[in-house]
């Protein structure tokens, strides 16, 4: 009897054993729980339609963020020299600016969105010029758009240097290629469609102005409008407009005090007004050296993201500071649960443009790449004798704050 139910008893558990295995087994091979994010980009992971899986079954593989990632950089500043060395390179045959940016390229093409302020219009019925009234080469333009820019700000203090028909020359060159532009229009139809990018579904407008012309001006009767700070209501209906039709609104401001590292309270002012009324981004420029980074906070609790100056991205100037420019990184997150974007992962890289004695091979570099070497060879260093990349790492975290910085 004691026989037979012990025979009994191991039967009994032998079945609880494989019931707790198999039950171990089913909930080991299902991923699936209410914590999990579950991604399958290529659509052929863990029962995926292109497996026979159930789709509908497959809700939780949706991304809980998007995100979008972008750049944006100061003044493409083409002095003579510089688009003489292209010129060179091109044997006679154009110009060739591949050489002068090959080392920041990768920087540019790796973002979804490049902006850039192009301080020299590009004009296809003048002659190529340098300072004070610049007009460059259309190879420039080319190479900006292979490199992975965008968005180019075309409203700056250089914008009327061929006059009102320089303009419509350069505007008219950029459209020929698709791009998208901000700060000046042909006329009012053109500024009637404020230009707007969408990225993973992401609507981004974009608004550019320019402080001051040099003092030169359009032509009473012209159909161009150039974007000014002086006509604030327009400005300011602009950025709102903006801030209706996209998700967040980006403003390329072309304002300040060239040289100064600090900026004034024009700048300041104007800036927390663009944020009140829709800004989420401003890209400060025209400076021609770096100023801080900032959020500011609006009267309604939103922040904006506020870069005073990006400095250059290239040129041929002549004074240290002036050799050190910005690169300001950032994302667009949205929570695709909430539809709530933010601005993350905001950080700012230093830029050089380097040069050989008598600005010889002009070409720029992320300051992360940039030796000491490359500095003690610098041309600027007939003007600034103190110039290294030392004196360049003090400028980067004396203007930017370290939370800023990579």
Known sequence: MRKILSVFLAIILFFDVVAIAALFFVDKSNPTNENAIIRHPEGTENGSPDEGGNSEQNNVDVEVFTKVSVTAVGDNLIHNVIYEQAAARAGGDGYDFEDAYRNISGKISSKDIAILNQ???????HNVSSYPQFNSPTELGDEMLDIGFDVFNIATNHSIDCGEKGLISAIEFWKSKEAVTTGAYLNEADYQTIPVTEVKGMKIAYVGFTEQTNGLKLPSDTDVI?????????????????????????????????????????????????????ADVIIGTHPHVIQPVEFITNSDGSRTLVAYSLGNFISAQNRGPRMLGG?????????????????????????????????????????EDY????????GVLSNTSSFSREYLDDILTDVIDEDFLV
């Open 371 to 378: 030796t000491e070497e490359l500095a003690s060879r610098h």
């Open 226 to 278: 150039l974007m000014t700070s002086a006509d604030e209501e327009r400005l300011r209906q602009r950025v709102m407009d903006a801030d209706a039709i996209a998700d967040v609104v980006v403003v390329n401001a072309h304002w300040g005090v060239e040289y100064t590292h600090e900026p004034n309270d024009t700048q300041r002012d104007l800036a927390k007004k663009l944020g009140d009324w829709g």
């Open 327 to 367: 690169m300001l990184n950032f994302e667009f997150v949205r929570n695709n649960k909430t539809g709530e974007i933010t601005i993350e992962n905001v950080k700012f890289e230093g830029v050089v443009t380097h040069y050989g004695s008598g600005y010889t091979n002009i070409r720029v570099y992320p300051l």
């Open 119 to 125: 301080e020299t219009i590009i004009s296809t019925a």
